[in-house]
């Protein structure tokens, strides 16, 4: 959603009287369509060797996360840099489901951020029943992992982060 549309919702939702943060959910197919266009994108950049990020810092980064996911109640992970994205899941089936997640995630943070001004968020959790997404920043590089609720999140997010 562009800067634009977002403060017109706002403005529409103050005179309406609703809250002024919300998540619009109507935007979720278009999003599971880009989703699913940037990983086929990713997928035929790395089949070419194509747009792939030479830098030494991204692929230690990548090499880490990947490490991350042999952990006991990991799930997977999303990678995603400026030239390209991993996609890393137990249940390859749940790809979209995990990306639309992730990216939403994402969206609500930045949303909740920029109204409450809270500034640069380090990281963000979202917890379910029986899962969790913790969600973070290295560098240019946007770090989604998932995992089963009994999972230390803070060890994760401190290997990773200070590695």
């Known amino acids: 959603m562009t800067p634009k549309k977002r403060k017109q919702r706002k403005t529409q939702q103050e005179e309406e009287g609703e809250p002024s943060v919300a998540i619009d959910f109507s935007e979720i197919e278009t999003k599971i369509r880009e989703t699913a266009e940037e990983l086929e994108d990713t997928e035929q950049k790395e089949r070419t060797g194509k747009g792939k990020h030479d830098s030494s810092e991204a692929e230690r980064i990548k090499q880490n996360v990947e490490k991350t996911k042999e952990r006991d109640g990991v799930i997977g992970y999303i990678l995603r840099n400026v ?27 930045d949303e909740l951020s920029e109204t409450f001004s809270l500034g640069e968020v380090k990281h963000v959790i979202v917890e379910g029943n ?22 230390d999140h803070k060890r994760i997010y401190k290997d990773l982060a200070t590695k």
């Open 130 to 151: 029986s899962a969790k997404l913790l969600s973070f920043t290295i560098e240019d590089n946007k770090i989604s992992i998932f995992m089963e609720k009994k999972v």
């Open 83 to 109: 030239d390209s994205a991993s996609i890393d899941l137990k249940d390859p089936t749940k790809v979209i489901d995990y990306a639309v997640l992730s990216s939403s995630a994402w969206e609500a943070c």
